[in-house]
């Protein structure tokens, strides 16, 4: 495992913000934390890339301790905040010489490594104009871009798509997976939980400082039950009558009969014949796969303590 936590704790005053984290990271994935607001995910970030101190556990990147070895975590990792850490005065291959020159690369070589990536992010044409006149997706790009000129063999990605557009979102989400086929392993926190499930081999949902499920995105949306057929009728008669033929759950506001279901379509004609033949018949009629929404609302609860 690339990056591994035991125990982590973490509080400011008496507020626990982690309590008791444990996760292991396989090199060459991709791991995505989610959880609402306050749940810890950039505090876990900031503690794994050396930035706040924990106040318990034992933690380790790339074989390195965190708390005893930090500058040789350090060296093996990058991080790319929420916001993109660019000088929006120069231009997008200025940002790329400078940090190439701060990572002490040679003039040629650093000019080298920013033409390189400037290719690899699809940037050429823009390279040259300052990043003020950039958009928000380009920004981003960039902003990563910068965060692999040394090559770091774990990138901490908190929140990267936050603010962008779908076709920008969807551009980032390419650039990480090319990461990753390199052997890149990507550690991101993230409030788009589509984005988790199309990138993610492994999911943690933090809640209120604490594990409250991890696994594949399969793993979860399974402990919150499988596939289901919704019944929408016209009348609550109608639902009731439904109801006591193929048990299920009633919503009676929406007049919603929600049936289990194995997602094969002989199951479907099972339902509809049933119900027909007890003389009712629904106005609509959908299945549902769980998504990760639904672990989501499932296995977390609104809170206020910040992040």
Known sequence: MIVEASGLRKAY???????GIDLEVAE?????LLGPNGAGKTTTIRVLSTLSRPDGGELRVAGFDVVREPAKVRGVISLTGQYA???????????????????????SAAKARA????????L???????????????GRRLDLAMSLVAAPRVIFLDEPTTGL????????????????RTGTTIFLTTQYLE???????RIMVLDRGKVAAQGTADDLKARVGGERVDLRFTSGAALDVASAVLGGFADRERLVLSVPSDGTAAHLHAVLDDV?????????????????DDVFLALTAPQGVPA
Do not use: C
């Not at 040259?128 to 380009?138: A, C, E, F, L, N």
């Open 28 to 32: 060459g994935s991709v791991f995505a």
């Open 124 to 138: 050429v044409e823009a390279a040259d104009r300052r990043v003020k006149t950039y958009s928000g997706g380009m």
């Open 165 to 180: 557009d779908p076709a920008s979102r969807t551009t980032m989400w390419d650039a990480i997976r090319d990461l990753v």
């Open 276 to 292: 027909r033949a007890a003389g009712v018949a629904p106005a609509q009629v959908s299945s549902h796969r769980p998504t990760l």
């Open 195 to 201: 984005e988790a499930d199309r990138l993610a081999d």
């Open 13 to 19: 005053g008496s507020t626990a913000v982690l309590d």
């Open 85 to 107: 850490a660019v000088d929006a005065e120069q231009t997008g291959r200025e940002n790329l010489v400078m940090v190439a020159r701060l990572m002490h690369l040679g003039r």
């Open 115 to 122: 033409a390189e990536l400037l290719e690899r992010f699809d």
